[in-house]
């Protein structure tokens, strides 16, 4: 399965398990040379005390009695065999120590013993009683001879330590019983945490699928919203980043609906105007009795032409030219204003808090100067304020007008809703703004002011 083929859930527990064995490999390797190391160290202090108490005391005395002295130094652990043979460097199936001789050199000749050459081997005896019986044997250990009774699979580790001391030519043969091996116990004892480990994994696993669940039901309502379908808002649940992108999808969505929403209002609109003068005109034409008919179809056509006129304006003032860009708010609103200024009307602006927004730059302008305009045009005045508030820009535009009904806020927003104005004029103008706010990102809202006039509030969200 390709790795761009796997969901989000299947990547991040993909990556948690192979991060998880990596780790786990290493901390196994580790454990073995651990394990390793320690087998070392007790072969290393167990014989330093036992080696040179064997050699200080074999080397004080003629060669010729030391196989007598090695007798009485035996024991059931440890054993000394005097002969012509380095044991330690022909020991079958053994492990030889180089350094560790050196090692154990260098420490006898600290106490003054002059040693030629030195050699140190272990060997793990096998459970095979047979075989267990013949190294006892040859060892002199009778520990190994103990073992091999024993029904328990022991494999006893036996060090070998040979030292030939300067101008001699026999050898002393040291053997000395360590621990048993326990390998796979200790390595299983050790690796405990990597079980652990693995069920953390598994919860983890688990936890990862109720955090991306969010995430599905994001993917299903896209599915469905791409077909058209009516899908209605996601519950924001899981991380913080996701509970954003689920917000995020719902106000995409929103947006959505209501542009179909306004298409559907626009196109249901213009089809009720165009019926009546389109009657009209059919019945004009099929009932001709006077010469007035070419006016009164003049007219009629005057209409219809008009009304297409406002569905170009309204397709033309809201399309998306530009691209999107950042926008400095005061200058943008300094501009508009001086405008209206220039040509001798009241209008005034406050910037309480300069802000930052992205969006299309000529949209953006048409919207805010239509809004300055239905100020001065419907209330005289125009007031603009730019502050901010809860990460967005907030932007003002009062007026000293009558208002408008309370019951009527929502429909000043539709299509050709004129409230009653009298005068020329399509009834698109906050039709337009309010499609060019909400495509950046935006809302706009209406309230009646305490004192008289109507307050437009622009929202956009800031830049970062």
């Not at 350094?99 to 030629?116: D, H, P, T």
């Given at each position: ?232 808002a996601l519950k924001a649940t899981g991380s913080a980043d996701i509970r954003d992108t689920v917000t995020a999808f719902n106000q995409m969505e929103a947006r959505i609906v209501q542009a179909l929403e306004y298409k559907t209002a626009l196109l249901r609109s213009l089809g009720h105007d ?114 901010t508030a809860d990460g967005s820009a907030v932007i003002c535009v009062e007026d000293e007008g009558p208002g408008i009904p309370p019951e009527q806020m929502d429909a000043a927003f539709e299509p050709f809703q004129r409230l009653g104005a009298s005068g020329p004029g399509s009834g698109l103008g906050l039709s337009i703004v309010r499609a060019i706010i909400v495509d950046q990102g935006g ?22």
């Amino acid at each position: 399965m390709r790795w761009a083929n796997l969901t989000l859930r299947g990547q991040v527990t993909f990556v948690v398990i192979a991060s998880w064995l990596v780790l786990e490999v290493i901390s196994v390797l580790l454990d073995v040379v651990q394990i390793r190391q320690a087998r070392l160290e007790e072969l290393k202090n167990r014989g330093d005390g036992f080696l040179r108490e064997v050699v200080t005391a074999l080397g004080k005395v003629p060669p010729e009695d030391r196989v007598k002295l090695a007798l009485s130094l035996n024991n059931a652990e440890r054993s000394v065999v005097i002969n012509a043979e380095d044991t330690a460097a022909s020991v079958a199936g053994g492990r030889r120590y180089p350094a560790v001789a050196e090692w154990f050199k260098s420490r006898l000749e600290a106490q003054g013993i002059s040693v030629a050459a030195l050699s140190v081997a272990d060997r793990v005896v096998n459970t095979n009683a047979k075989q267990k019986d013949d190294f006892a044997k040859s060892s002199g250990l009778g520990g190994l001879q103990e073992g091999a009774a024993s029904e328990a699979p022991v494999r006893p580790i036996v060090g070998v330590y040979s030292v030939r001391l300067a101008d001699e030519t026999i050898w002393i043969n040291c053997y000395l019983l360590l621990a048993p091996e326990n390998f796979w116990p200790v390595l299983f004892a050790r690796s405990v945490d990597s079980l652990i480990g693995l069920v953390l994994v598994g919860l983890l696993a688990l936890l990862i699928g109720r955090v991306m669940a969010p995430l599905s039901g994001l993917a299903e309502n896209a599915e469905r919203l791409g077909r058209g379908e009516e899908v209605g808002a996601l519950k924001a649940t899981g991380s913080a980043d996701i509970r954003d992108t689920v917000t995020a999808f719902n106000q995409m969505e929103a947006r959505i609906v209501q542009a179909l929403e306004y298409k559907t209002a626009l196109l249901r609109s213009l089809g009720h105007d165009l019926k009546s003068p389109l009657a009209r005109l059919k019945a004009e034409m099929d009932h001709k009795t006077s010469s007035s008919t070419k006016l009164q179809l003049h007219k009629q056509l005057e209409n219809v032409e008009e009304i297409v006129n406002a569905v170009t304006t309204f397709t033309r003032e809201t399309r998306r030219d530009g691209d999107v860009t950042r926008i400095d708010l005061p200058s943008l609103l300094e501009v508009l204003v001086e405008e209206q200024q220039d040509d001798g009307h009241d209008a005034t602006l406050v910037i309480q808090s300069a802000a930052i927004v992205c969006g299309r730059h000529n949209a953006l302008t048409r919207a805010v100067r239509n809004l300055i305009e239905n100020a001065i045009k419907y209330g005289t005045c125009a007031r603009v304020t730019l502050s901010t508030a809860d990460g967005s820009a907030v932007i003002c535009v009062e007026d000293e007008g009558p208002g408008i009904p309370p019951e009527q806020m929502d429909a000043a927003f539709e299509p050709f809703q004129r409230l009653g104005a009298s005068g020329p004029g399509s009834g698109l103008g906050l039709s337009i703004v309010r499609a060019i706010i909400v495509d950046q990102g935006g809302s706009i809202t209406l309230a009646n002011r305490s004192v008289g006039g109507l307050s437009a509030s622009v929202f956009l969200p800031i830049e970062g």
